[in-house]
């Protein structure tokens, strides 16, 4: 990443215009205005850096719970039934929508959270399926 080092570098800058502006080489107002200016894009670049770093973090975390749900998941795959233990640890919640009947048929949501990973669209579960 290109951030850190521009910030190191605006660090030398503002060490460079300091000296300058106090050996009488730079005005003060010219002094201030680059001061100014470099302050404000290396606060830009801090923000952002710390912005990316938290993001990263989150992205590590869903890493992380995806490999613990994965290795829950193959040690339920060879199960013959469904335990209460299997339902409990691999699900966090089940939600059932109201009955709709305007097709003609009886047809009802079932929104299923799974643990550690949240809800999972079942057109993208019958992918696999299909595949």
């Known amino acids: 990443m290109r951030f ?11 060490i460079r215009i300091y000296e300058d502006n106090v050996s009488g080489k730079m005005t003060d107002e010219r002094f201030a205005m680059m001061s100014e200016n470099y302050e404000a894009e290396q606060n830009g670049l801090k923000a952002t ?42 699900i966090q919640a089940i939600y059932i929508g109201k009955p709709d009947k305007s097709s003609g048929k009886r047809r009802q949501e079932v929104h299923i959270e799974y643990d550690l990973i949240g809800y999972i669209p079942l057109d993208e579960l019958m992918k696999e399926v299909r595949a």
């Open 49 to 90: 850096i710390l912005e990316l770093n938290q993001k990263i973090e989150v992205q590590e975390q869903k890493i992380d719970n995806l490999e613990q749900f994965i290795r829950k998941a193959k040690k339920n795959a060879d199960a013959e039934e469904l335990t209460p233990y299997n339902v409990r640890e691999m």
């Open 4 to 14: 850190p080092k521009r910030v190191r570098e605006l660090d030398a800058l503002f």
